[in-house]
């Protein structure tokens, strides 16, 4: 039986949505900045587009600018946002995606100030540090949920504590875009940024909301796409697709939810059975589809490696972090230690799992566990 597990990663592409892109291929190729019939088939399909991803997050259809992704995103703004809004400081976490800490650490070295706000055990951001932490001219970066170890932040009290201090708020929506409700304008959010892959359209396709009113330098030049901030010729096959996942998403996401809780709450009592074995990330605060665990005296890419053996695909952590050797920069900074965080296992679901591949795989786990634990070497 071959189990896909690793849907924080990527998903597979819906075949609704894949139906929905197809005539965007080979019927309707227009260039949507061309002005005859077919540069305004493709220039209606973009806008239409906008319309329904900017539906999901109660956003306007303006906000929304279609980037390649998540991590286009993120850099947009922490790249883009500072100048033109006179921010001097970035405030984030030491649990974002390498997405936002990078390009934070790349400005810290052109002069700007960069504070990490500590987390607790569970991941949660310390709201009363944030708080004191936050000056004049301050950029809020916060990821909404973790992509490793799926705790949800607090967005809405965070959103309000940045605007009653005066600062900008932008949240890394990739893992939670599509799967949990998001209102931009309830959770005084400024800038969001979300991917296509996560949830079932293509890749190479996201977004980044930017409120009405703020501005952003384009960190790229070129024809002045997208309001001038991320130029080059619309993707409107990927775009339309990606509407499709998130139409589809905004109606059946409730239902969704509720089978996948579900799974995931029994997949993790089952694997939390094992001798020596945890739940990492907030026990119930945390997405649909998530469950990362730690297992002691065995590494994490030995697990996974394993388990491909069986069938069963996951990751150790974040999909763009797998191939260093470092310990994951999550689950330190939630206190694990190294060797402890060397030993995890993250276990995605999707939407096309079934109760039979968990009941597979809470089986598998197990013995594949305790194979590895045999030879271990660090066994105490």
């Keep these: 039986m071959k189990v896909y597990l690793d849907n924080a990663a990527t998903t597979k592409v819906d075949n609704r949505v894949l139906k929905a892109m197809l005539p965007y291929f080979i019927e309707k190729y227009g260039n949507a900045s061309s002005l005859h019939s077919f540069g ?24 929304i600018v279609f980037t390649s992704g998540g991590t286009e995103s993120n850099n947009i703004v922490i790249k883009g946002a500072l100048k033109p809004n006179k921010i001097k400081n970035i405030i984030t976490s030491p649990i974002e995606h390498h997405a936002v800490l990078y390009p ?26 944030l708080e004191k932490s936050i000056k004049p001219g301050s950029l809020v970066s916060i990821i909404f949920a973790n992509n490793e170890i799926g705790t949800i932040q607090n967005i809405k009290e965070i959103g309000k504590i940045c605007h009653k201090k005066g600062a900008l708020f932008h ?82 996401m409730k239902k969704e939810s509720k089978q996948m809780i579900k799974l995931r709450d029994y997949l993790i009592k089952n694997i939390t059975q094992i001798e020596d074995s945890w739940l990492n990330g907030h026990p119930t605060q945390r997405l649909p589809n998530n469950a990362n665990f730690s297992f002691k005296y065995i590494e994490g890419e030995a697990l ?35 060797e402890e965080a060397h030993g995890s296992l993250r276990l995605t679901l999707g939407r096309f799992n079934t109760k039979k591949e968990i009941d597979h795989t809470c089986k598998v786990v197990p013995k594949v566990v305790e194979r590895l634990r045999k030879i271990s070497p660090i066994k105490g």
Aim: charged share 25%; glycine share 10%.
């Design 40 to 63: 305004r088939e493709a220039k209606d399909a973009l806008e239409q587009s906008r319309k329904k991803v900017a539906k999901l997050i109660n956003a306007k259809p303006e906000e």
């Design 104 to 129: 934070a650490q790349y400005m810290e070295k052109q002069g700007y100030n960069l504070t990490l706000i500590p987390v607790d055990k569970y991941g949660l951001i310390d709201l009363d540090k």
């Design 304 to 338: 996974v490696m394993h388990l491909d053996f069986e069938g069963i695909a996951a990751s150790t952590g974040s999909a763009c972090s797998t191939k260093s050797l470092e310990p994951s920069h999550v689950l330190t900074a939630i206190g694990l230690k190294p």
């Design 171 to 252: 949240t890394d929506a990739v893992q939670a875009y599509g799967k949990i409700p998001i209102d931009v304008k309830k959770m005084n959010i400024d800038f969001l940024s979300a991917s296509s892959h996560k949830i079932y359209g293509p890749k190479g396709v996201g977004l980044l909301y930017i409120r009405n009113g703020l501005k952003i330098e384009s960190i790229s030049h070129g024809g002045g796409h997208e309001k001038g901030i991320r130029s080059g010729t619309e993707n409107i096959p990927g775009i339309v697709g990606f509407a499709e996942a998130s139409d589809i998403c905004r109606r059946e």
